[in-house]
Antibody, heavy 120, light 104 residues
Framework: EVQLVESGGGLVQPGGSLRLSCAASGFTFSSYWMSWVRQAPGKGLEWVANIKQDGSEKYYVYSVKGRFTISRDTVKNSLYLQMNSLRVEDTAVYYC?????????????WGQGTLVTVSS | EIVLTQSPVTLSLSPGERATLSCRASQSVSIYLAWYQQKPGQAPRLLIYDASNRATGIPARFSGSGSGTDFTLTISSLEPEDSAVYYCLQRSGTFGQGTKVEIK
């Protein structure tokens, strides 16, 4: 059974940093692109970042470029999102999801999400 | 950037009725469009990919159609558990704004 379990969310002040983690199991992690997708309270879905199987390609939505860094560890079967210079508008539930490349563009499995709140 | 526009914003129907949800792209996305269902407090669930392929375990009452710029998600006979927000997603990673389906 495919499982994605996020952790690391919480309350942080504007300008602060947070690192999200996603533990993957039940599939060959090294064979898939992986992505982060977020959802602000009461709003729709927004793709944030994705990363190739070997980590050699990474892409970001414009609003987080230069502030967020996606990475992965294929030994630990884990996906990460380092978030720096956080803004109030980054407040959202962050989902880890499988997929997001040109061929497998759809996200077929999602974690339960972790809430990030940016507030003073 | 390709923009996806979903309509209607809200759909209120009775159990057993047919629901038709629309997703229109600002430029052609060929067949590369997916549909998701999201219930309150839950992660989105993949329903349809490549416009018309049902994902694993999705009931046959859900079907997708379309290509190019116009796509439709149809729920042939609504069940109470179909009450949710439905999103479309295109290949470049943008989502539509969602359609809320309410069951009377």
């Amino acid at each position: 059974e495919v499982q994605l379990v996020e952790s690391g969310g919480g309350l942080v002040q504007p300008g602060g940093s947070l690192r999200l983690s996603c533990a993957a199991s039940g599939f060959t992690f090294s064979s898939y692109w992986m992505s982060w997708v977020r959802q602000a309270p009461g709003k729709g879905l927004e793709w944030v970042a994705n990363i190739k199987q070997d980590g050699s390609e990474k892409y970001y939505v414009y609003s987080v470029k230069g502030r967020f860094t996606i990475s992965r560890d294929t030994v630990k079967n884990s996906l990460y999102l380092q978030m720096n210079s956080l803004r109030v508008e980054d407040t959202a539930v962050y989902y880890c999801a499988r997929g997001g490349d040109w061929n497998h563009y759809y996200f077929d499995y999602w974690g339960q999400g972790t809430l990030v709140t940016v507030s003073s | 950037e390709i923009v996806l526009t979903q309509s209607p914003v809200t759909l209120s129907l009775s159990p057993g009725e047919r629901a038709t949800l629309s997703c229109r792209a600002s430029q052609s996305v060929s067949i590369y469009l997916a549909w998701y269902q999201q219930k309150p407090g839950q992660a989105p669930r993949l329903l349809i990919y490549d416009a018309s392929n049902r994902a694993t375990g999705i009931p046959a009452r859900f079907s997708g159609s379309g290509s190019g710029t116009d796509f439709t998600l149809t729920i042939s006979s609504l069940e109470p558990e179909d009450s949710a927000v439905y999103y479309c997603l295109q290949r470049s990673g943008t989502f539509g704004q969602g359609t809320k389906v309410e069951i009377k």
